[in-house]
Structures are given as structure tokens and as C-alpha cells.
């Protein structure tokens, strides 16, 4: 067990510490209660990762962080009887066995339960009991209760369990009317019949089945009282107007991408330092389009001087040489030539390319550069995971492959987690892997002589090549961290190419959404914790960033299946019911503009900082599981000063990788072949 204890103390630190979790209680507990017991045994090497883990019987272990919250919002005393529902793993009623009394804890799978038993004893809990039964229904032998928690979400708080709380006591669950999304909620008993209420967090919790919660999966459908699901509102003479008509009347129609009027709209963000435009898939057209129309005006008519993009440094800087008309280097160099080839290589992008190297031709003395954000290289890298994994050991590929295929910062899947089981040691290959991306790195950065100049200072590549460790480590298990860690750097090397350029410089960035929205008003940031690019230019440049997002209601999108999978155009399925995009849909509106900057649309803006769902499409598509895989609780006024809308889009168009694809080369070039 002692092999744990590092990885016991940093996730303590890390997850929750630093997440600003105050309880001292909780906080000792968590660095006691040994979570690799919790966990079965071929996911040990997981336990302390920043997520939930399966345990079986489709249930999970709560990420740990999670556990914490829903503690310290229980504000548990020594001496404190518990009624803790859902044991699982029996980890959460450990952690309040540190701290309180007495806790009961209660579990409707018998073998779940059975196991927590025997584990809780192993470990020398001998003020837990764990009871079989409907946790719904509370416990009503052993209550009051001065503090009761839930680890499975319910359509409303059960009757029985507010009964149960004594004075003063405090009751923390997720409640939610869908059974996989919820609010956590706090009650506290005031009185006999006086309870205050208010929800704190969004969750993704297991759904709570019982007498009074959801109904057994494949059982008969049940109704429940009206805290159930909240039902539509009856229009009155004071309703606001439908979403939908409130932003149709603040929105401003946009003409279409070609018309030269199309970019005039957003010169109101002509004096921010730096401009961020988004996109809602790696491989939509209009997106690309209008990027691209919008960088030629800031270029053109309001002096900003480099485009920086969420793509690969070293490929970028081959673009950068094209474009400002400088000799390559060695050999002939083609860039994008690794998954996803299309999110470059496509004739959007090269139309781009060519306008900046003609613009550059012509105006010498103030030329445009372009840069590549992503310093560590995503793709290469996972490109040398899989192919050295392939040669050693193709069942721990095929897991690395799901991994890297799963979509980022959501990670929803624990069970791709479950399936590193069966490659028989994932983490054999783990330090060799982190050398050998390491002396990659090294090598990328020696090649880089001239291209250094951008952004890269030799003490600058002294710094990356320390901190790549702790990023190929993340990257290599393709865990939530290393989302975070990845839009560190990406920020970091923002910073370096605007200080390059002199302080009066202005900078254009193109990255996803998810990298550009701010991450505090997603689900992303609130629940996950996840930091992105986005947030981290506010943070640093305030007022003199624009954070502009895009979205789509319908079409098709140019997409893989699974990570290294071919490109395949695919149906956009049309938007969700209550989702952002289904109320942009509403408007009717081909094309429009949001501006979402204080003091204009105020009280539209007001409305979009409750969360809505928001569709976000990367390299990977799967309709299939849409609804699980791609969207995400967000608050569209959080995130973006202003928002644009293309109600139907198409794929990109991409252009041939291989040789004998031969297509426009001469003047296709870098991208020819
Ligand atoms: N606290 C647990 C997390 C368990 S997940 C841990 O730390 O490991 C939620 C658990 O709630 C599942 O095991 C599920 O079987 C259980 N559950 C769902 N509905 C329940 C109910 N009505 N009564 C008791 N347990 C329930």
C-alpha cells in the first residue's frame, strides 16, 4: 500500500486543496482512507486519478474531488450519526467513518454491498454498517439522522430522508430530472417543517432507484409529484418571451461569408489585444470561412500582425515560412501529414494561406506570421504512442486507441478506463513511452533554429523540455489532466508570440470552442475542474480579449470514428430540444450575430448564464451516442463575448495526402505533393 501514499498526498493536494475544498475533516480523512482498496484491483493504477472508476454492476466510484464536496457541504462533526446512501465501494462511508460517529450506509445491490462490507471490515471500520436496501426510504430505526448523503441522483429529495434529518441536520444529493444529470442540492432542517434549500454544482451521478427515486431500469414508468420534472410554463402576460425570440430580436443577421459586409460586423473587436475565434467541429467549412474572412480584416484594415492556431508548432512553422516567402528547411517539407490531416488540409485553410503569403508579398514591412500553438505535438505524439503500443503489445493499442478517441476534457466513459484491465499493464510501457516522446521533443526543438525567433528562446525550450515529463505522463493515459496541461502551454506560448512581437502587437487565435469558451461557465470547468485557453486571456488580458464561439444547428462535418480513423463526411444531426443551438435554431435566422458584451443585450444576457446544453464536435463524431459523447452543460454568456451562428453547414473539403493523389500542386504548395 505504501507505493500509494505519493499518489494519496498529490491527489489531496491537487483535487482537492487546490480546488478549494476548506474542510480540515474531509481534507485529513482523504489523506488517510486508502482509495487502491476501494477500487478493483486492475484499476489500482487508476485510483487516484481525477475521475470516477467503475466498480461493477455499472456503478462507479465517485471521483474523488466529488466525495469531497458533497462532504464538506454535509459539514460533517465528530460524534455525528450518518446515513450515507449508495455504498458502492464503501469509499465515501470511510471517509465519513473518519470523521463522524456512527454512519449507516446503505446499498440495493446486494453483492455491492456485501463486498463494501467485508472491505470496510478489512480495513478496521468498525463504526460503518452496511445495510441492503432502498435508501429512498431512508432508515427510519437508526434516525435522526445529523447528516445524510446520496451518491445516486433522484427526481427530487425522498420524503423520508427529509424526516430522517435531525435538528440542524444537513442532507447533500444530486437531484435532477434527468436520470443522468443533476444539481447537487443542500437541504438543512431549520424546523419541524422549516428546510432551507439551495443547489450548488452540477453533477453526473447514477441514477437513485427506489420507492421514491427513479424507476428500475426496463420496470413499469411511474409518475412523481410536481418536484419531478419541471413542467413547461403557462405563458402569461409577464412570461419573457421563448429563448428563441429573445435572441432573434438582439441578433444581428449576417450576410453571407463572400460579401465583403460579412467581417465589417466584427470590427467592434478591432482595439482587443487578442481575438479568439472558435469553431463547433474540427471539419465545418463555414467555420473555417469565416475565420478566415474575419483574419483578413483584422490583418488587413486594423494591424494585426500573427495568426495563431490550436495546430502543431513545427507544421505551423512551415506555414509560416510559405507564407513570409523564407527558404524551407532541408528537405521540401509537407505539413498536416499526420490524423486529422483534414483540419489543415483542406481548401478553406489553403485559400488562407495563399492570401497571407500575397499579402505578405506586398506588404514587407508589415508582415503576418503564423504559429502553432500546440508545442508538445497531440498528434505526433499519440502517433508514437500507437505505433511503438502496435509493435509491443496491440491489445494495450487498441485501449491507448479508444483513449485518445474518447473527447477530452468530458471524459465520460470510465469504462474505457475498465478496459486498460485487459491490455495486462498499461503502465509497463509508461516510462519508456515518456523518454522517448521526451527525446522527440528535444529533437523538434534543435531542428527549430530560424522558426525559434517566433516564441521559443533557448531558455523558454530549456523550460518546456523540463515540464515535458509531467506532460507525456498526462497525455500518455490520456486522463483529464492532461486537458488542463495542454491549454497551459498553449497559453504560455500565446504569451511568448505576442512578447515577440513587440508590446503593441495583436494577435488572432483559432482554436475549438472548447478551448476558447471559458471554461468557468462550462460544465467543464465547474465539474471537472478543467482551465482552457479561453479563461486563461481574461484572466491575463481582461477586457482587451475577445472570446468569439460558433455553432451550427444541421449539415455535415468532415470527422474520424475513432482516433486515426479515416476522414468520413457525416451527418450533423439536427440540435437537441434545450440546447443553445436548438433556441439559435428557433430564430429562424440563416446566419446571425450575438453580441453578448456587457451593457448591450443585457437582459438576453442575463438568460444565457443559466446552463444550457452545448453541442461540441472535435476530430471524432459519433452521432450515434451524440447526446453522451458531445454535449455539455454551458453557459453561452460565460463563455463568449459574442456568438456565431450558421444554422446549416458542410464539411470541409479535404486535399489529398499521398503521392500519387496528385491534384493542383504548383500552386497548392506547401500543401501539394
Ligand atoms: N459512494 C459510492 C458511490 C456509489 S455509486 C462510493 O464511494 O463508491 C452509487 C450507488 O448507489 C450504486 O452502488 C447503486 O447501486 C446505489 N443505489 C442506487 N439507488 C439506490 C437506492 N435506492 N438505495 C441504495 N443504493 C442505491
Given at each position: 500500500?505504501?507505493?500509494?501514499?505519493?499518489?494519496?498526498?498529490?491527489?489531496?493536494?491537487?483535487?482537492?486543496?487546490?480546488?478549494?475544498?476548506?474542510?480540515?475533516?474531509?481534507?485529513?480523512?482523504?489523506?488517510?482512507?486508502?482509495?487502491?482498496?476501494?477500487?478493483?484491483?486492475?484499476?489500482?493504477?487508476?485510483?487516484?486519478?481525477?475521475?470516477?472508476?467503475?466498480?461493477?454492476?455499472?456503478?462507479?466510484?465517485?471521483?474523488?474531488?466529488?466525495?469531497?464536496?458533497?462532504?464538506?457541504?454535509?459539514?460533517?462533526?465528530?460524534?455525528?450519526?450518518?446515513?450515507?446512501?449508495?455504498?458502492?465501494?464503501?469509499?465515501?462511508?470511510?471517509?465519513?467513518?473518519?470523521?463522524?460517529?456512527?454512519?449507516?450506509?446503505?446499498?440495493?445491490?446486494?453483492?455491492?454491498?456485501?463486498?463494501?462490507?467485508?472491505?470496510?471490515?478489512?480495513?478496521?471500520?468498525?463504526?460503518?454498517?452496511?445495510?441492503?436496501?432502498?435508501?429512498?426510504?431512508?432508515?427510519?430505526?437508526?434516525?435522526?439522522?445529523?447528516?445524510?448523503?446520496?451518491?445516486?441522483?433522484?427526481?427530487?429529495?425522498?420524503?423520508?430522508?427529509?424526516?430522517?434529518?435531525?435538528?440542524?441536520?444537513?442532507?447533500?444529493?444530486?437531484?435532477?430530472?434527468?436520470?443522468?444529470?443533476?444539481?447537487l442540492v443542500k437541504i438543512v432542517r431549520r424546523g419541524e417543517h422549516d428546510y432551507d434549500e439551495h443547489a450548488f454544482a452540477d453533477v453526473r451521478f447514477v441514477p437513485l432507484v427506489g420507492d421514491d427515486g427513479?424507476?428500475?431500469?426496463?420496470?413499469?414508468?411511474?409518475?412523481?409529484?410536481?418536484?419531478?420534472?419541471?413542467?413547461?410554463?403557462?405563458?402569461?402576460?409577464?412570461?419573457?418571451?421563448?429563448?428563441?425570440?429573445?435572441?432573434?430580436?438582439?441578433?444581428?443577421?449576417?450576410?453571407?461569408?463572400?460579401?465583403?459586409?460579412?467581417?465589417?460586423?466584427?470590427?467592434?473587436?478591432?482595439?482587443?489585444?487578442?481575438?479568439?475565434?472558435?469553431?463547433?467541429?474540427?471539419?465545418?467549412?463555414?467555420?473555417?470561412?469565416?475565420?478566415?474572412?474575419?483574419?483578413?480584416?483584422?490583418?488587413?484594415?486594423?494591424?494585426?500582425?500573427?495568426?495563431?492556431?490550436?495546430?502543431?508548432?513545427?507544421?505551423?512553422?512551415?506555414?509560416?515560412?510559405?507564407?513570409r516567402d523564407r527558404p524551407m528547411p532541408g528537405e521540401r517539407s509537407r505539413p498536416f501529414r499526420r490524423f486529422p490531416t483534414w483540419m489543415w488540409r483542406n481548401t478553406d485553410f489553403m485559400s488562407l494561406v495563399?492570401?497571407?503569403?500575397?499579402?505578405?508579398?506586398?506588404?514587407?514591412?508589415?508582415?503576418?506570421?503564423?504559429?502553432?500553438?500546440?508545442?508538445?505535438?497531440?498528434?505526433?505524439?499519440?502517433?508514437?504512442?500507437?505505433?511503438?503500443?502496435?509493435?509491443?503489445?496491440?491489445?494495450?493499442?487498441?485501449?491507448?486507441?479508444?483513449?485518445?478517441?474518447?473527447?477530452?476534457?468530458?471524459?465520460?466513459?470510465?469504462?474505457?478506463?475498465?478496459?486498460?484491465?485487459?491490455?495486462?499493464?498499461?503502465?509497463?510501457?509508461?516510462?519508456?513511452?515518456?523518454?522517448?516522446?521526451?527525446?522527440?521533443?528535444?529533437?523538434?526543438?534543435?531542428?527549430?533554429?530560424?522558426?525559434?525567433?517566433?516564441?521559443?528562446?533557448?531558455?523558454?525550450?530549456?523550460?518546456?523540455?523540463?515540464?515535458?515529463?509531467?506532460?507525456?505522463?498526462?497525455?500518455?493515459?490520456?486522463?483529464?489532466?492532461?486537458?488542463?496541461?495542454?491549454?497551459?502551454?498553449?497559453?504560455?506560448?500565446?504569451?511568448?508570440?505576442?512578447?515577440?512581437?513587440?508590446?503593441?502587437?495583436?494577435?488572432?487565435?483559432?482554436?475549438?470552442?472548447?478551448?476558447?469558451?471559458?471554461?468557468?461557465?462550462?460544465?467543464?470547468?465547474?465539474?471537472?475542474?478543467?482551465?482552457?485557453?479561453?479563461?486563461?486571456?481574461?484572466?491575463?488580458?481582461?477586457?482587451?480579449?475577445?472570446?468569439?464561439?460558433?455553432?451550427?444547428?444541421?449539415?455535415?462535418?468532415?470527422?474520424?470514428?475513432?482516433?486515426?480513423?479515416?476522414?468520413?463526411?457525416?451527418?450533423?444531426?439536427?440540435?437537441?430540444?434545450?440546447?443553445?443551438?436548438?433556441?439559435?435554431?428557433?430564430?429562424?435566422?440563416?446566419?446571425?450575430?450575438?453580441?453578448?458584451?456587457?451593457?448591450?443585450?443585457?437582459?438576453?444576457?442575463?438568460?444565457?448564464?443559466?446552463?444550457?446544453?452545448?453541442?461540441?464536435?472535435?476530430?471524432?463524431?459519433?452521432?450515434?451516442?451524440?447526446?453522451?459523447?458531445?454535449?455539455?452543460?454551458?453557459?453561452?454568456?460565460?463563455?463568449?463575448?459574442?456568438?456565431?451562428?450558421?444554422?446549416?453547414?458542410?464539411?470541409?473539403?479535404?486535399?489529398?495526402?499521398?503521392?500519387?493523389?496528385?491534384?493542383?500542386?504548383?500552386?497548392?504548395?506547401?500543401?501539394?505533393?
Amino acid at each position: 500500500m505504501g507505493d500509494f501514499d505519493e499518489a494519496r498526498a498529490w491527489m489531496v493536494e491537487r483535487q482537492i486543496v487546490q480546488r478549494g475544498v476548506r474542510d480540515d475533516y474531509v481534507i485529513e480523512a482523504m489523506r488517510r482512507v486508502p482509495r487502491e482498496a476501494f477500487v478493483p484491483s486492475d484499476l489500482r493504477e487508476f485510483a487516484y486519478d481525477d475521475t470516477p472508476l467503475p466498480i461493477g454492476g455499472e456503478q462507479s466510484i465517485s471521483q474523488p474531488y466529488i466525495v469531497a464536496k458533497m462532504l464538506a457541504a454535509a459539514e460533517l462533526q465528530p460524534g455525528d450519526r450518518v446515513l450515507d446512501i449508495g455504498t458502492g465501494s464503501g469509499y465515501a462511508a470511510a471517509i465519513a467513518a473518519e470523521i463522524a460517529g456512527r454512519v449507516d450506509s446503505i446499498e440495493r445491490d446486494a453483492s455491492l454491498a456485501e463486498g463494501a462490507r467485508e472491505r470496510l471490515q478489512r480495513l478496521g471500520y468498525e463504526n460503518v454498517e452496511v445495510h441492503v436496501g432502498d435508501g429512498t426510504v431512508g432508515l427510519a430505526a437508526h434516525a435522526p439522522y445529523n447528516a445524510i448523503i446520496a451518491a445516486a441522483g433522484g427526481p427530487h429529495v425522498p420524503r423520508a430522508l427529509r424526516a430522517q434529518l435531525a435538528l440542524g441536520g444537513r442532507l447533500v444529493m444530486p437531484v435532477g430530472g434527468s436520470p443522468s444529470r443533476q444539481r447537487l442540492v443542500k437541504i438543512v432542517r431549520r424546523g419541524e417543517h422549516d428546510y432551507d434549500e439551495h443547489a450548488f454544482a452540477d453533477v453526473r451521478f447514477v441514477p437513485l432507484v427506489g420507492d421514491d427515486g427513479w424507476p428500475e431500469p426496463g420496470g413499469a414508468p411511474r409518475t412523481y409529484d410536481s418536484r419531478a420534472e419541471p413542467t413547461a410554463p403557462v405563458p402569461t402576460a409577464s412570461t419573457p418571451p421563448p429563448l428563441a425570440v429573445a435572441i432573434r430580436d438582439a441578433a444581428e443577421p449576417l450576410p453571407d461569408i463572400d460579401a465583403p459586409e460579412f467581417a465589417t460586423f466584427f470590427d467592434r473587436f478591432a482595439m482587443r489585444r487578442v481575438v479568439l475565434l472558435g469553431e463547433a467541429s474540427h471539419g465545418t467549412s463555414e467555420f473555417y470561412r469565416a475565420r478566415a474572412a474575419i483574419t483578413r480584416r483584422l490583418v488587413e484594415r486594423h494591424g494585426f500582425s500573427m495568426l495563431a492556431v490550436e495546430a502543431d508548432w513545427a507544421d505551423a512553422a512551415i506555414i509560416d515560412r510559405h507564407v513570409r516567402d523564407r527558404p524551407m528547411p532541408g528537405e521540401r517539407s509537407r505539413p498536416f501529414r499526420r490524423f486529422p490531416t483534414w483540419m489543415w488540409r483542406n481548401t478553406d485553410f489553403m485559400s488562407l494561406v495563399a492570401w497571407l503569403r500575397s499579402h505578405n508579398a506586398e506588404h514587407r514591412e508589415r508582415e503576418t506570421r503564423f504559429c502553432g500553438l500546440d508545442i508538445y505535438s497531440l498528434s505526433e505524439s499519440i502517433d508514437a504512442v500507437l505505433r511503438y503500443l502496435d509493435s509491443v503489445d496491440p491489445a494495450a493499442a487498441r485501449v491507448a486507441r479508444e483513449r485518445y478517441g474518447c473527447l477530452g476534457p468530458w471524459q465520460k466513459d470510465p469504462a474505457v478506463y475498465a478496459r486498460a484491465a485487459l491490455s495486462g499493464g498499461y503502465a509497463r510501457f509508461e516510462e519508456h513511452m515518456v523518454a522517448q516522446l521526451g527525446d522527440l521533443l528535444k529533437s523538434r526543438l534543435a531542428y527549430a533554429r530560424e522558426d525559434g525567433e517566433c516564441c521559443l528562446d533557448a531558455a523558454r525550450k530549456a523550460r518546456l523540455v523540463a515540464l515535458a515529463e509531467h506532460y507525456y505522463r498526462a497525455m500518455y493515459y490520456g486522463g483529464p489532466q492532461s486537458w488542463n496541461l495542454r491549454d497551459t502551454h498553449m497559453f504560455d506560448t500565446l504569451r511568448h508570440a505576442l512578447d515577440s512581437r513587440g508590446p503593441q502587437a495583436r494577435l488572432i487565435v483559432w482554436a475549438h470552442n472548447s478551448h476558447i469558451g471559458d471554461a468557468s461557465a462550462t460544465q467543464m470547468g465547474r465539474v471537472h475542474d478543467g482551465i482552457n485557453l479561453g479563461q486563461l486571456c481574461r484572466a491575463q488580458f481582461g477586457d482587451a480579449a475577445a472570446l468569439i464561439g460558433f455553432g451550427t444547428h444541421s449539415g455535415t462535418v468532415a470527422a474520424a470514428s475513432d482516433w486515426g480513423g479515416p476522414m468520413e463526411v457525416k451527418t450533423v444531426r439536427p440540435s437537441f430540444d434545450g440546447s443553445v443551438e436548438f433556441s439559435m435554431h428557433g430564430t429562424g435566422l440563416a446566419r446571425l450575430l450575438l453580441d453578448l458584451r456587457p451593457g448591450v443585450h443585457d437582459a438576453l444576457r442575463e438568460r444565457l448564464r443559466a446552463p444550457l446544453l452545448e453541442r461540441f464536435i472535435g476530430v471524432i463524431y459519433r452521432p450515434e451516442t451524440e447526446r453522451y459523447s458531445h454535449y455539455a452543460q454551458a453557459s453561452l454568456a460565460g463563455q463568449f463575448d459574442a456568438y456565431v451562428w450558421f444554422d446549416r453547414t458542410s464539411a470541409v473539403s479535404a486535399l489529398p495526402v499521398s503521392a500519387d493523389e496528385k491534384n493542383h500542386a504548383a500552386q497548392a504548395f506547401p500543401f501539394g505533393v
